[in-house]
């Protein structure tokens, strides 16, 4: 018997969730819902009731509802319900009575619903039934999005059928089982369309070796979280790209970037905080880059004046300068010098990326310096730093990267 969770507003969706626990039950699982609404009445009691939400989130049920009459905006209420689904979520989590999780509605609810569903474990089921999926903030959490094709109100034969398909998906995706044969070691490899090269290179060598590679796109959240969850043994974080992001923009664009409007100044931190061994290369800090730009006029103002180049048709690549990359450098020595595990630091001198290696548009081994030179001052003298005088992409880089990853794995087996 697995169990799912459904986080829903009992009130405007009761009877849809009624419907749903049954049929999730007939297939001999167990549902534990939770009330999120805070208006109106309940059609049917959740097994946590939205008076133990509103108080798990920080407030009374009775505080919220005055605030609302009172004319308060909607979000207030909205956000101490998320919090306090979190926290019950979590909870059960931590007690194994959470194998699935389902939330249904609208916009509103499938933002509650995603926010809910954000934090847990990348794997566990997530199913999010939307009529808005263009406005479900899943952002890069592995959420699998429905989309009703009428409003679920009413238990019509069109939202009979969809809420029928929903409770198969959930019923599936729980009971499914991983063959154990897949579990080997995994490495976490962060990587750019510029630095695809060495990636695949040292992907050919560590399966030699015995070990999976799992490849992040400039998505290190996604990393982050596999780390906490201690499903990730190693991080080749070759490909450090987003600290430009990170370290240098605005909290306006940050917020932009994330699917959930939230800014976050850190990275990989999970990765220091469970002793995880680290290997970290400044693969893409040579650029920043602007999707959708046709020419270095389409760029912000401040960068037209710099080195650039064209990744594609619809992709403009803009050089850093030494100062940004001594603020980058400064910044990554920081959160490797919180790691609790081993860890190391491969600079290649001929270039950060194949946009920047001799004679490519990017190239320019002065402003490269200056990471190197902030990353060395900042460090702690315990973390190894190698310099290879080689681009990022070169067999020579590899050879080392792929050297000090058998040397850490060998000394974390023997222990």
């Given at each position: 018997?697995?169990?799912?969770?459904?986080?829903?507003?009992?009130?405007?969706?009761?009877?849809?969730?009624?419907?749903?626990?049954?049929?999730?039950?007939?297939n001999?699982?167990?549902?534990?819902?939770?009330?999120?609404?805070?208006?109106?009445?309940?059609?049917?009691?959740?097994?946590?009731?939205?008076?133990?939400?509103?108080?798990?989130g920080g407030?009374?049920?009775?505080?919220?509802?005055?605030?609302?009459?009172?004319?308060?905006?909607?979000?207030?209420?909205t956000?101490?319900?998320?919090?306090?689904?979190?926290?019950?979520?979590?909870?059960?989590?931590?007690?194994?009575?959470?194998?699935?999780?389902?939330?249904?509605?609208?916009?509103?609810?499938?933002?509650?619903?995603?926010?809910?569903?954000?934090?847990?474990p990348?794997?566990?089921?997530?199913?999010?039934?939307?009529?808005?999926?263009?406005?479900?903030?899943?952002?890069?959490e592995?959420?699998?999005?429905?989309?009703?094709?009428?409003?679920?109100?009413?238990?019509?034969?069109?939202?009979?059928?969809?809420?029928?398909?929903?409770a198969?998906?959930?019923?599936?995706?729980?009971?499914?089982?991983?063959?154990?044969?897949?579990?080997?070691?995994?490495?976490?490899?962060?990587?750019?369309?510029?630095?695809?090269?060495?990636?695949?290179?040292?992907?050919?060598?560590?399966?030699?070796?015995?070990?999976?590679?799992?490849?992040?796109?400039?998505?290190?959240?996604?990393?982050?979280?596999?780390?906490?969850?201690?499903?990730?043994?190693?991080?080749?974080?070759?490909?450090?790209?987003e600290t430009?992001?990170?370290?240098?923009?605005?909290?306006?664009?940050?917020?932009?970037?994330?699917?959930?409007?939230?800014v976050?100044?850190?990275?990989?931190?999970?990765?220091?905080?469970?002793?995880?061994?680290?290997?970290?290369?400044?693969?893409?800090?040579?650029?920043?880059?602007?999707?959708?730009?046709?020419?270095?006029?389409?760029?912000?103002?401040?960068?037209?004046?710099?080195?650039?180049?064209?990744?594609?048709?619809?992709?403009?690549?803009?050089?850093?300068?030494?100062?940004?990359?001594?603020?980058?450098?400064?910044?990554?020595?920081?959160?490797?010098?919180?790691?609790?595990g081993?860890?190391?630091?491969?600079?290649?001198?001929?270039?950060?990326?194949?946009?920047?290696?001799k004679?490519?548009?990017?190239?320019?081994?002065?402003?490269?310096?200056?990471?190197?030179?902030?990353?060395?001052?900042?460090?702690?003298?315990?973390i190894?730093?190698?310099?290879?005088?080689?681009?990022?992409?070169?067999?020579?880089?590899?050879?080392?990267?792929?050297?000090?990853f058998?040397?850490?794995?060998?000394?974390?087996?023997?222990?």
């Amino acid at each position: 018997m697995k169990t799912v969770v459904i986080v829903a507003t009992l009130d405007t969706r009761g009877d849809e969730v009624e419907f749903l626990k049954e049929l999730i039950e007939n297939n001999g699982h167990s549902v534990i819902t939770i009330d999120v609404g805070v208006m109106g009445s309940p059609y049917m009691t959740g097994d946590f009731t939205r008076e133990e939400v509103a108080e798990a989130g920080g407030k009374s049920l009775r505080e919220l509802v005055e605030a609302a009459t009172a004319g308060a905006d909607r979000r207030q209420a909205t956000d101490v319900m998320i919090a306090g689904a979190r926290k019950i979520v979590a909870d059960l989590h931590s007690a194994g009575k959470l194998d699935g999780i389902l939330s249904l509605g609208g916009s509103t609810a499938a933002a509650t619903g995603a926010a809910v569903m954000k934090g847990l474990p990348m794997g566990l089921p997530k199913l999010l039934i939307s009529t808005f999926i263009s406005l479900a903030p899943v952002g890069d959490e592995d959420i699998t999005v429905m989309q009703s094709p009428v409003d679920l109100v009413g238990l019509n034969r069109i939202v009979a059928r969809t809420l029928a398909n929903a409770a198969g998906a959930i019923v599936g995706m729980v009971e499914q089982e991983v063959p154990n044969a897949q579990e080997k070691k995994l490495v976490g490899i962060t990587a750019l369309g510029v630095t695809t090269p060495a990636v695949q290179k040292v992907i050919s060598r560590l399966e030699k070796r015995g070990y999976d590679s799992i490849v992040f796109h400039a998505t290190s959240e996604k990393l982050d979280r596999m780390a906490k969850d201690r499903v990730i043994d190693v991080i080749l974080d070759l490909t450090t790209f987003e600290t430009i992001l990170k370290v240098l923009y605005p909290a306006e664009v940050l917020s932009t970037l994330s699917g959930f409007g939230e800014v976050d100044r850190s990275r990989l931190s999970s990765a220091a905080e469970k002793a995880i061994p680290q290997i970290i290369a400044p693969g893409g800090l040579d650029m920043h880059i602007f999707p959708g730009a046709t020419g270095i006029d389409s760029v912000p103002l401040e960068y037209r004046g710099r080195a650039w180049s064209m990744h594609g048709p619809n992709v403009v690549l803009v050089r850093t300068t030494e100062q940004e990359l001594e603020e980058v450098g400064a910044s990554i020595a920081e959160r490797a010098n919180r790691a609790a595990g081993p860890i190391a630091v491969v600079i290649p001198l001929g270039g950060f990326s194949d946009a920047s290696r001799k004679g490519a548009p990017l190239y320019d081994p002065q402003a490269d310096q200056g990471f190197g030179r902030a990353l060395k001052r900042n460090l702690d003298r315990r973390i190894k730093v190698v310099e290879v005088d080689c681009n990022i992409n070169e067999d020579a880089f590899v050879d080392e990267v792929v050297r000090i990853f058998d040397e850490m794995t060998a000394a974390v087996e023997a222990r």
